[in-house]
């Protein structure tokens, strides 16, 4: 079970809906809704969202191609988000257009900026540090080149 796709998505997507649900439950009984705590604790949330992915990214493209990754990343980075945007907001006691469409647009924007930037910093670490698949493929390459002699052709 653990090593199907869906699988995969599925538990980044609770993983980065858990992120969400632990800031609003933190806002929401420790500092009784504070504009300032609330803040904060967005920043917080969005800084760890971008780890998690960016460390995930990092893992995963070193072992597999981004063809094989990328999907799975930004299917659970999308499932994280809808469960963040539709069912967070009722954690806090709110609905998900209590304060109105523009702030239910801008933390779409938020939540996907984040992602990406995550995403995308973890995969330039690999490929700058030389770690990332296709790097391997192409040092495993030129290792195989010249370990083997020139074959000598006889006329």
């Known amino acids: 079970m653990r090593e199907q796709r869906w699988f995969r998505i599925t538990v980044l997507a609770v993983a980065l809906f858990a992120i ?12 009784d809704g504070s504009d300032t705590a ?3 604790a967005t920043i917080v949330m969005f800084v760890l969202i971008s780890l998690v992915l960016g460390t995930l990214t990092f893992i995963r493209a070193q072992r597999v191609r981004p063809s094989d990754w990328l999907p799975d990343i930004g299917f659970g980075a999308l ?6 945007v539709l069912v967070g907001p009722f954690i806090s006691g709110n609905g998900p257009f209590a304060n109105g469409a523009g702030d239910f647009f801008a933390q779409i924007w938020l939540y996907a900026g984040c992602s990406i930037a995550g995403t995308l910093l973890g995969y330039w670490v690999a490929v700058l540090l030389g770690r990332d698949y296709r790097s391997k493929s192409l040092k495993a390459f030129t290792e195989r080149r010249h370990t083997h002699p020139r074959r000598v052709v006889g006329r």
Do not use: D, I, K
């Not at 969400?20 to 500092?31: I, Y």
């Not at 499932?79 to 963040?84: A, E, S, V, Y």
């Open 38 to 40: 609330q803040s904060r």
């Open 79 to 84: 499932g994280g988000m809808l469960l963040t």
């Open 20 to 31: 969400n649900a632990v800031a609003r439950l933190v806002v929401r009984f420790g500092f």
